[in-house]
């Protein structure tokens, strides 16, 4: 079955707790949230407090996406925080095996995110390294953004290389889904939290990828 990740970045930020309780009901796979810094993207977002802070709410997995220059100096607050899985972006630093290694060691799962018009290469030098691999289709740092379908020509290169997890983010509706059918997870965000009641959306998303299994 396909795993859902809704995005915090769309959610309500005056209301995390109920949001959270909220996704827990909708049979969520985890939590996704979107941290920027304003450098590599343009937008500010969530810090380690705001992730800590709502970590006593759930038992939902807590996957946390840096979307950071020098992602080394925020990895040690954000496994503080109570991050279960830390996704750097192989643009962001040039010492990516470090990188994971250091997550590695502290018994959490390590992911490295694409952004669309990134190789994918670096993951031969990463083996045994990678538990996730976040492709992005969108450019980072906004939501409800249109999907771009070229990033899943990667799929194919990424199965050859690694046996991560591999996950699509940006611009996950019930139209693009179809296309994502290679992917084993998705993160969704507008889809998602524009919804009264979030299960409606999440069972819609894999149900429309279970269909298009069969296409």
Not at 65 to 85: E, F, R, S
Not at 127 to 140: A, Q, S
Not at 155 to 160: E, H, L, V
Not at 165 to 180: F, H, K, M
Request: charged content about 20%; hydrophobic content about 45%; some cysteine.
């Amino acid at each position: 079955m396909l795993k859902v990740y809704p995005s915090m970045l769309s959610s309500d930020f005056a209301n995390l707790r109920d949001e959270i309780r909220a996704l827990e009901l909708a049979q969520a796979d985890a939590v996704h949230w979107d941290v920027m810094d304003g450098s590599f993207v343009d937008a500010i977002t969530f810090g380690a407090q705001v992730i800590a802070a709502c970590r006593s709410l759930t038992n939902l997995r807590f996957d946390v996406h840096l979307m950071v220059n020098n992602p080394a100096k925020h990895i040690p607050a954000m496994l503080k925080a109570g991050a279960d899985t830390i996704i750097v972006h192989a643009e962001s630093d040039p010492h990516l095996h470090k990188l994971l290694t250091s997550i590695k060691e502290q018994g959490k799962n390590a992911g490295v995110a694409f952004n669309p018009a990134t190789s994918v290469d670096c993951l031969q030098y990463l083996e045994g390294l990678v538990d996730f691999v976040l492709l992005m289709t969108v450019n980072p740092g906004a939501s409800a953004q249109a999907f771009i379908p070229s990033p899943l020509n990667k799929i194919t290169q990424i199965r050859a290389l690694t046996n991560a997890e591999i996950c699509l983010d940006g611009g996950i509706n019930d139209n693009s889904i179809a296309l994502c059918r290679a992917a084993d997870s998705v993160v969704s965000g507008s889809f998602i939290f524009r919804h009264n009641d979030y299960a409606i959306p999440i069972k819609q998303l894999r149900t429309l990828w279970e269909n298009a299994q069969c296409a």
